[in-house]
């Protein structure tokens, strides 16, 4: 499976932004499916998933009641919609993913950076 991030991109705070993550190679339906990010100085967080089977979604307290992740099937990619952006929201995210029930993640796509001013 590669995977290919976009839809990164300067905001106002206040703001949103969707990121997308295509994906080829493979049928996803065993796979679980993330977006992480890092920003300068801290270590890289997961801030979302979602199991491409079933659907099921997780996010992190940072991302709840903000963020959602979502899947097309039929384009084989996965959503991130950020809404209400704040500027500790800046960083570079990336999407990944891992076959069901693998320890970690071992797939990635490359980063895209999300700049949220004040």
């Known amino acids: 499976v590669q995977l290919q991030a976009s839809g990164g991109g300067l905001v106002q705070a206040g703001g949103s932004l969707r990121l997308y993550c295509a994906a080829s190679g493979r049928t996803l339906s065993r796979y679980v499916m993330a977006w992480f990010r890092q920003a300068p100085g801290k270590e890289r967080e997961l801030v979302a998933t979602?199991?491409?089977?079933?659907?099921?979604?997780y996010y992190a307290d940072s991302a709840k009641g903000r963020f959602a992740i979502a899947r097309d099937n039929a384009k084989q990619s996965v959503y991130l919609q950020m809404n209400s952006l704040k500027p500790e929201d800046t960083a570079v995210y990336s999407c990944?993913?891992?076959?069901?029930?693998?320890?970690?993640?071992?797939?990635w796509g490359q980063g895209t950076q999300v700049t949220v001013s004040s």
């Open positions: 990944a993913a891992k076959v069901l029930g693998a320890a970690s993640y071992d797939l």
């Open positions: 979602i199991r491409w089977d079933e659907g099921n979604t």
